[in-house]
């Protein structure tokens, strides 16, 4: 895997890229700021970006969404010591495929790239299946299942691992408004239902895509396991959550039991 890194600490700059080199993988650049991020995305295509979050400059999010604007077929491991409140929540949001908290071992970043070229190898294998000319082998033998994510990276990964469960994506979309359109058409077994979209939020959504579609298990997708949205979600009938960022075992596992 071809990997960028950008953290203003010039020891763990060389660590990282020491761990990476040993594990494999192949270092293309190795950055104290984000000045320039876009050039340097152009010049250099990583597969991955590690990527901090206090930096001088642009901070850590706001790259973020530099990154997922230009080439969302990035991964982003976010790395911070921050104890800010909700920022693991917000980076999720944002489309950080991965999420550690300094500081950290060797082990702990080799198990996130672990978990995040799993989760990769799944939206290019769902990518590839969107563009072939015959239908997906495993996608219609348990139902079909509608994605609303308004981040497309999320969206790939979720369709990978519902197809990789038996069921066939009818219809990927952006907004909670789409979503309930897309209810309404497709009447689908499961919709994946991102909490913090544009238009309309999924909690908005969700009590008017039971009441239009009731037959469907609608699952929330949240970077916040927070106990009160949890209990609210249920009461108004989300059968269960996803946490972001994605873990492809933990969602597998998640769907094939709800499709029992």
Do not use: W
């Not at 497709?186 to 919709?191: A, I």
């Amino acid at each position: 895997m071809r990997i960028m890194i950008i953290d203003d600490n010039a020891a763990m700059l060389k660590v990282l890229a020491a761990v990476f080199a040993k594990t494999g993988h192949e270092v293309v650049g190795a950055y104290s700021d984000g000045n320039g991020l876009e050039e340097r995305l152009r010049q250099t295509m990583p597969d991955l970006v590690c990527l901090d979050y206090n930096l001088p400059g642009r901070d850590g999010l706001a790259l973020l969404k530099v990154i997922q604007t230009q080439a969302p077929n990035i991964d982003v491991v976010f790395m911070t010591a921050s104890n800010e409140a909700g920022l693991e929540e917000k980076a999720a949001d944002a489309g950080a495929s991965g999420f550690i908290r300094k500081p950290f071992g060797q082990n702990q970043i080799i198990d996130e790239l672990r978990e995040v070229t799993a989760a990769r190898k799944l939206a290019e294998k769902a990518g590839q299946a969107a563009t072939a000319a015959a239908t997906p082998a495993r996608g219609t033998a348990r139902g079909t299942a509608v994605i609303a994510d308004d981040n497309g990276s999320v969206r790939l990964v979720l369709k990978g691992l519902l197809e990789e469960c038996g069921l066939r994506v009818v219809q990927s979309v952006a907004t909670g408004a789409e979503a309930l359109s897309a209810a309404k058409a497709h009447q689908p077994r499961v919709l994946c239902l991102d909490v913090n979209m544009p238009v309309m939020g999924g909690l908005e959504a969700l009590p008017l895509i039971v009441e239009a579609s009731p037959e469907t298990a609608v699952v929330m997708v949240t970077g916040c396991a927070d106990k009160v949205l949890v209990a609210q979600a249920a009461g108004l009938g989300a059968v269960g959550y996803i946490i972001k960022p994605l873990r492809p075992a933990y969602v597998e596992a998640f769907i094939r039991k709800l499709l029992g």
